[in-house]
């Protein structure tokens, strides 16, 4: 049986990260992910884009991915927060943060195919792709993964298993982790669109009576929108011809960006939040979406899956460096303590803004703009937010610091 020190179930963004995070440190690594990523697909008008906060980008710096990332890449220079029809507003900028950009806007595409490069090349890592797991089991010094491979069974031993395996994370359900887990009854809608004034790298959050509406800044003058709708509302949406959405679209955004023309391909994404009730267990670890899925109100759910990869990387890499188990409890609930607060603090940040946004009680629109207002004016309020969305509050490991481990 092949034996591993760290088997990392789910090779998606978050998986494929942890596996660059621990290269070059002499471990045997098994990456198993069940779907074949399309690395050499062309970039195309319709890319799906995800908004990396700015200490995402210091993460990508520690795992120098980041030379590799940055032509695909477009700067958000300030973000412009508003809730439509009332007066409240909020601004935030570079600027004022001291940095190049808050964050930065990216294909989903460009960073697979980063990430599946930088795997290809990891000394002692096997990748299983397509391959997968069917059972988990736990021995006394070990976990027994069972997979499937092109119909041939094959079990793998390792000393560590990483559950990266997404918001329905089978391993969690194996190992009989609960979640909290609750239906937005919301569905956001995605495509690119090109509207007729430059976007000037500004991200656009509008706060609309069906719903949070982003506009991304892309390439090419495009901006990627995020458009949250009740799911009773999204099957109509969907159906709009072009003219329609289009129209539609306009008539929540505003004419901020002039006309908005050319539209995409639209995806439909059901919104639900998913909280696993533990972190870890003997053996066991969670990271991504399998330990929280988010509303994407404000861009959070990978950005908040690069900070769990970043700890649970440097926990270990510091365990193994001092002669300890990687996959003792122990040793891993030192990663849990980290993230206990970071995972608290966006879950409520997401929910409450969502929830709070989506609410047309009488009177609500006022107090919600001003209480926008006011967090416009006092900075420190504001800087904790800005701190937050761009995954810079709290204590910082050392790939968040752009350092290697
Ligand atoms: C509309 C929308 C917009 C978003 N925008 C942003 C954004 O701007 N910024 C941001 O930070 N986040 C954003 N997110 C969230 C982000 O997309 C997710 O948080 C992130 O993709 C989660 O990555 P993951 O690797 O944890 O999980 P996943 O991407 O779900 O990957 C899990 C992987 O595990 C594999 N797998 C599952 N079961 C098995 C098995 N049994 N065997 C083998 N493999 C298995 C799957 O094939 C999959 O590849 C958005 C989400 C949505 C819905």
């Known amino acids: 049986m092949p ?19 621990l290269s070059g440190r002499g471990l045997r690594i098994a990456l198993i992910e069940a779907v074949e990523l399309e690395t050499r697909r062309e970039a195309g008008y319709d890319d799906r884009v995800i908004a990396l906060a700015y200490g995402t980008r210091r993460i990508f710096d520690g795992l120098q991915l980041w030379g590799a990332l940055a032509a695909d890449t477009t700067p958000i220079h300030r973000i412009h927060v508003s809730d439509r029809g009332h007066f409240g507003m909020v601004h935030m900028d570079r600027v004022e943060e001291g940095l190049p950009a808050l964050g930065y806007v990216v294909p989903a595409r460009a960073i697979g195919r980063v990430l599946a490069e930088a795997v290809a090349g990891i000394e ?58 609750r239906d937005y009854g919301q569905t956001a809608i995605v495509t690119n669109i090109t509207p007729q004034l430059a976007h000037n790298h500004i991200a656009y959050e509008r706060f609309t009576d069906s719903g949070p509406l982003a506009l991304l800044p892309m390439s090419d003058q495009r901006c990627a929108v995020v458009w949250t709708v009740a799911s009773s509302q999204a099957g109509s949406i969907m159906e709009l011809d072009e003219a329609g959405f289009i129209a539609a679209l306009q008539s929540r955004f505003g004419y901020r960006l002039g006309r908005l023309e050319r539209v995409g391909r639209r995806q439909a994404w059901p919104l639900r939040l998913v909280q696993a009730k533990e972190t870890v267990r003997e053996r066991l670890a969670l990271i991504g979406n399998a330990v929280h899925t988010l509303h994407p109100v404000a861009g959070q759910g990978f950005n908040l899956g690069a900070r769990d990869v970043a700890v649970l990387a440097e926990v ?9 188990d990687p996959g ?78």
């Open 3 to 21: 034996q591993y020190d760290v088997i990392i179930i789910g090779g998606g963004m978050v998986g494929a990260s942890l596996a660059c995070a």
């Open 124 to 181: 002692g890592l096997d990748s299983y792709c397509p391959a997968t797991v069917t059972a988990v089991k736990r021995t006394a010094a070990a976990v027994e993964v069972d997979m499937s491979q092109e119909g041939l069974m094959t079990t793998l031993s390792g000393r560590l298993v990483v559950a990266a395996d997404g918001a329905d994370s089978p391993v969690r359900e194996q190992f009989g982790i609960d979640c909290t887990e």
């Open 316 to 324: 270990l890499v510091d365990a193994i460096d001092a002669g300890e």
């Open 328 to 405: 003792s409890l122990q040793v891993l609930q030192r990663y849990a303590d980290w993230r206990v607060r970071d995972h608290r603090n966006v879950a409520v940040f997401t929910d409450g803004l969502a929830r709070l946004f989506s609410l047309s009680l009488p009177g609500l629109g006022v107090a919600r703009s001003a209480g926008m207002l006011a967090f416009d004016l006092v900075p420190p309020a504001k800087r904790l937010l800005t701190r937050m969305t761009m995954g810079r509050s709290g204590r910082t490991p050392r790939l968040a610091r752009g350092l290697p481990l």
